[in-house]
Structure formats: C-alpha cells, structure tokens
C-alpha cells in the first residue's frame, strides 16, 4: 500500500516560540494529511488557515468555518471530496460553543452522514484556539 504525506510541517516553525509556558520547544515532525492507499488521515484542523494565519479570535464559528474551509482544501489535495469522510471528531474547549460549532459542521457536511464524536477538553494546543476537527476519511473504489 502506498503512503503520501502531505504538506509536512515542523510543530516548531509552525507555533510561535515566544508564548511562555505554552511555547512549543520539541521539533516534532507531522504531516497535515497523509493518504493510505483510499484511506485518508487528517491532523486537527484549526482556526489556522494553512499559510499559518489565525483566523477567529475569540469566535467559535469563524474558527469553525476555517477548519472546514482547510479539510475540503487538504481532502481535495489527497484526492478525495467532503463526500468521502467516515468520520468527524469535533474537539471544543467550552461546551457553550456546541451549537454555532455543529451549526458550521452541519452546513459543510450535509447530505455526507459520516459518524461523529464531539468532546469537550480543557484546552488546545494555544490558548485562543476554541475548536480542533478532525477527520478520517475512505476513498471509494467505485467512481
């Protein structure tokens, strides 16, 4: 089976390294999407567009409306379409945010039915960050 990674990216060069305590010192090395034979696997999309740009401020449903904007974008890059997510874990730091997020989530994603989990954490990756999506999706063999 075939691997592609796509858009690989340094979590160093990536987050800002003057936050303090929430700086990220470890280099790690990710992808963004990586395409495993028809499987696709999708990192957390963000309110970060994917030039690096924050997107929302304060407001859950601009954040959420980038993320969504970013996994058509990265889904299209690996070959696939919204069409070909299975499943959606939506990631949100208050529980208050639920319904403008899946409002967002909902207009991306209709007609799709893939399965969904939504948890509320503590906190994400930078502190201004409200919502994390990710997804898993499957290319049909079938076109």
Partial sequence: MEITRYRKFETNKFYPSDMGEDSHHIANEFSMVIRAGNHIYMRGQTAFDLEGNFHGEND?????????????????????KIEDVCKITTYLT????????YAVIAKHFKGVYPVSTGLVVR??????????IDVEAVISDKE
Avoid: F
């Avoid at 208050?94 to 997020?101: I, M, N, V």
């Avoid at 906190?123 to 994390?132: D, K, R, W, Y």
């Fill in 94 to 101: 208050d529980r208050s945010y639920r319904q403008e997020a």
């Fill in 60 to 80: 859950v449903t601009a954040q959420t409306e980038n993320a969504c904007r970013c996994i058509k974008q990265l889904l299209e890059e690996a070959g696939g």
């Fill in 123 to 132: 906190g994400l990756a930078l502190p201004e960050m409200l919502v994390e």
